[in-house]
């Protein structure tokens, strides 16, 4: 299932705000902190052999009787990674939570190439990890959506151990955008890693209604299956139960939002059932993530 065209429209002008993330590929249209040919300038430096003669400033040399080059700012391209988890366990709930989470994936990657940014989306998945092209401007929209159109959601997947993997192809200091249920701990490990290459990290939870308050599915003896592993537990679900579920699920996302944030990133807990109009258009505003 594709965007809602109104949705995209809406987000057409919006971009990225970096904390920690910098531009540091192609040419595009964000400042960067390398100095080169460009249009604006910025400063001058003292001419060095092999330098061409056609950016010395002769009123410099007038001047003090030496040689410099003027140098102009650089504009890149952000480089902005989606990695979309595609395990087993995305495809629970009502709504399902993989539906949701690719269509996140989605928008995320359409405001990137809005932006003049460029983008690359990794998908863990039927047993294996798969990266789309990397995509640059709005006209490639229609690319990115059909590239979803293609993927296999379900089987065995670790979608932490293929996080650590991907991440061997970021670079550093990019903006990463990870959607996920985020119930693999190898996730949370993998946060190290990422951490470790200066990018600066997002991350959206989705979650469905009954893994959020397990009351809806009713109380007493219950037979647990995890969707990943096959494992069965029996419990019994009742109100002191629930409440420490909740207790337990408040605590992990507090947990994971405070370290995202110590390092320039931000987390979203977001329901299945969620307003994408909504999270898009007000709550990513709201973080600061978008302007």
């Avoid at 904390?19 to 604006?40: D, H, L, W």
């Avoid at 007000?282 to 978008?290: K, Y």
């Amino acid at each position: 299932m594709r965007p809602s065209p109104l949705l995209l429209e809406q987000l057409s002008t919006a971009r990225f705000t970096m904390n920690r993330a910098a531009p540091s590929v192609g040419i595009g249209e964000r400042r960067s902190s390398s100095k080169g040919v460009g249009i604006e300038f910025a400063e001058h430096r003292p001419y060095r052999t092999g330098d061409d003669v056609r950016h010395l400033d002769p009123r410099v040399l007038a001047r003090l009787g030496e040689s410099y080059v003027r140098q102009y700012f650089v504009d890149r391209q952000l480089p902005v990674y989606v990695l979309l988890d595609g395990s087993r366990s995305m495809l629970a709930g009502s709504p399902q939570k993989y539906e949701v989470a690719a269509q996140v994936a989605q928008v995320m990657g359409f405001i990137g190439l809005a932006a003049g940014d460029r983008v690359q989306v990794g998908f863990s998945g039927d047993g294996a990890f798969r990266w789309s092209q990397p995509l640059q401007g709005p006209a490639r929209s229609d690319l990115l959506f059909s590239w979803f159109d293609g993927l296999k959601p379900g089987g065995q997947a670790d979608f932490g151990r293929d996080i650590e993997r991907a991440a061997r192809d970021m670079g550093k200091a990019a903006y990463v955008i990870v959607v996920s249920d985020w119930w693999d701990e190898g996730i949370v490990r993998a946060l190290e890693q990422l951490d470790g290459q200066g990018h600066e990290v997002i991350g959206v939870q989705i979650a469905a209604p009954e893994e959020i308050d397990p009351s809806s599915v009713g109380t007493g003896s219950m037979l647990l299956v995890d969707d990943e592993t096959g494992d069965e537990l029996e419990t019994v679900l009742d109100e002191a139960v629930l409440a420490d579920y909740r207790t337990a699920l408040a605590e992990f996302q507090r947990d994971l939002r405070q370290r995202l944030v110590r390092r320039g990133g931000q987390f979203f807990a977001l329901s299945s059932a969620i307003d994408m109009k909504r999270f898009f258009l007000r709550d990513l505003r709201a973080a600061g993530v978008l302007l």
